[in-house]
């Protein structure tokens, strides 16, 4: 008798590579209960972008009923965190969520992100001239992680010496958004990194106040509506959330990308032959192994859904890497093709949660990977293992070792 499918991402092999496991649930389960996360876990495309398309049905806000559910000191541990994660666009529902994000699009225009090429363009030199091509190196340590914090960082007027200590703690609080699975201490250590994340971004938000300077942080103190400005609470949650969203994405993008194009040497090298397609490329690698494994939802009504009752309070993870290869909606899925049309897949969201950084993902996407290609035609995988974020809603290589010629 064929055992039942539980969706575990606590397993090694799960977390490796989730998307036979996906393709199963697809096939045999498309509304799994998993036990092990006591949640609801969705994967096929139509599905999950009805999760994330139907605020009426599924709340956005969903890290508010987790903490009050909490009977336990973990209560106590987490009110720092929930003080700022409540502010987070992220977990905002109408109305609050439209005022909050018609502000921040004032901040984060288009023509901001593309006057940052240049700048991007330096750092990946930078980056790239900083390692020895002929010896294995570590590509998420020496480029992933750093180009996009460099950005960011630039981006916010922040030394980038603060990167390390900034690092750590932004470290501790994925461990509790991205729904860490094997750290006992996940909930500690959010709180530290939360408090000294906000202490950090207190002071310098002081210090734009008595001198304003032409960069994000300056510019989200100046937003305005008809509602008046930004509250210090919602400035220091923004901060930080610009700040996480800003380099953990795009480093797991970042080392997702050169994973996927050494598996597939035949892509490899059609990018390197015809790097005009580096635009579709980039769209492919965020489909393909997308940073957004999953997107967390709370039921908020009573509904069905493929002969399953899902009941208000439920917790629900719409699966959006399984959704990228449904091959109801993908022809050849699992295949990696950088010229692939269309291709829409449900990487950055949809709707009004669509993520506000995804221009600046991938331009920096864009210029890395298009100059490594172009340099390092030859780069190969080094002798060392690929790692993986121990995470359910994040998804990316923590080690990539890589040799470029």
Known sequence: MNQPLVYDPANAAIRANPFPFYEALQEQDPVHWSPAIKSWVITQYDDVRQVVMSPSTMSSDRLRPFYESLKDERRDIL???????????????????????????????????????????????HLLASVDPRV??????????????????????????????????????????????????????????????????????????????????????????????LSEDELVAMCMLVLFGGHETTTSLLGSAVTSLLSHPDQLRRLHEEPELIDSAVEEFLRFDGPSNSIARVVAVDHELHGKMLKAGDRVFAMINAANRDPRRFEQPHDLLLDRTPNRHLTFGQGLHFCLGAPLARLETKVCIGTLVARFPAMRQGQGDVKWLDALVMRGPTQLPLVLQ
């Open 136 to 229: 294995e190196f570590d590509f998420v340590e020496k480029v992933a992680v750093l180009l996009p914090a460099y950005v960011i960082l630039d981006m916010m007027g922040l030394p980038r010496e603060d990167f390390g200590t900034i690092k750590k703690w932004s470290d501790d609080l994925r461990l509790f958004i991205g729904t860490s699975q094997s750290d006992r201490d996940k909930y500690q250590k959010a709180r530290s990194g939360a408090d000294h994340m906000s202490a950090y971004f207190r002071d310098i938000i002081a210090q734009r106040r008595a001198a304003p300077t032409d960069d994000v942080i300056s510019a989200m103190i100046a937003a305005t509506d008809a509602s008046g400005t």
């Open 79 to 125: 009110s720092g965190v929930m003080r700022y994660l409540n502010e987070w666009l992220v977990f905002k529902a109408p109305p609050e969520h439209t005022r909050l994000r018609k502000m921040m699009n004032g901040v984060f225009s288009l023509a901001l992100v593309k006057s940052r090429e240049p700048a991007i363009r330096a750092a990946v030199d």
